[in-house]
Every structure is written in C-alpha cells, then in structure tokens.
C-alpha cells in the first residue's frame, strides 16, 4: 500500500512552525487613529486566556487581563494585542514584570490619557496573586 503525497495546501497547514505560531511570533501592537479625539471614553478589554511561564518552577501561570484605558491619538487594534499578549505563552517571567512590560508596551503604541492593567492570576499552590499597574490621570467620562 502506497502513500499519497499530499497536497500544497495539506503541507501548508503542517508546516513548523504553524501558521499560529508565525502570526503569534511577528506579533505587533498595530494602532489606529482615535476616532473621537477631544473626548474622554473608555475602552474595557479583557484577555480571558493569558499564560506565562514561573521564571523559578517553570509552571505555566494562567491569568485574566483586565485593560481598561482612555485613549490619546491611538487605539489599539484588537487582533493584535491577541497576538502580542500570546507571545508569553513560553516565556518565563514573573508577574510583576510581565505585567509592568505589557503595560510599558502598551503606553509606548498607544500614548494613552491614562491606562490600568490588571493581572488576576489563577490560584496556584493556594496562592492567589493580583497585579494592578497604571499610566496616566483618568479623566471623568
């Protein structure tokens, strides 16, 4: 019994790394303009599906992020702060820091009016961990 090659688009979908991975791997936080510049608004995102690695055990941490922020003259696009936040999945950080990077990163695409990240890790070894970290003055909306 003889094999069949397969097809270009079968080869295509089994390449290393996935098509995924390569979007995951070039990930940018892509911006656009502020359709409503001059007024103060929120925009709530959260990120339900976060991981991260423990830089001192090497178990995967699983967290909520919760973004919520008043944007300057950039919006983040939401596809690609998907992508971003799931280029932690392998690395090996702690909470505090991957949640003051992402935040950093954030500020730096977007310039926002103000922005609060919220990190709400799940309960490990019966430790629950909840990081907060903030940019800016809010505005009332």
């Known amino acids: 019994?003889?094999?069949?090659?397969?097809?270009?688009?079968?080869?295509s979908l089994t390449q290393t790394p996935m098509y995924g991975e390569r979007a995951i791997a070039e990930a940018e936080l892509i911006?656009?303009?502020?359709?409503?510049?001059?007024?103060?608004?929120?925009?709530?995102i959260e990120l339900p599906e976060f991981t991260c690695k423990c830089p001192f055990s090497g178990?995967?941490?699983?967290?909520?992020?919760?973004?919520?922020y008043q944007p300057g003259p950039r919006v983040v696009?939401?596809?690609?702060?998907?992508?971003?936040v799931n280029s932690y999945r392998?690395?090996?950080?702690?909470?505090e820091e991957v949640t003051n990077r992402i935040l950093d990163d954030l500020v730096a695409a977007t310039?926002?009016?103000?922005?609060?990240?919220?990190?709400?890790f799940h309960p490990r070894g019966n430790v629950h961990t909840v990081v907060r970290v903030s940019h800016g003055t809010r505005l009332a909306c």
């Open 1 to 11: 019994m003889s094999s069949s090659p397969a097809s270009a688009s079968e080869s």
């Open 31 to 44: 911006c656009f303009d502020n359709p409503r510049l001059g007024r103060a608004y929120e925009i709530s």
């Open 59 to 68: 178990y995967p941490d699983f967290a909520v992020l919760r973004l919520i």
């Open 77 to 84: 696009e939401l596809k690609a702060i998907k992508l971003y």
């Open 90 to 95: 392998d690395r090996s950080i702690s909470h």
């Open 111 to 120: 310039d926002p009016q103000w922005m609060q990240l919220e990190a709400d």
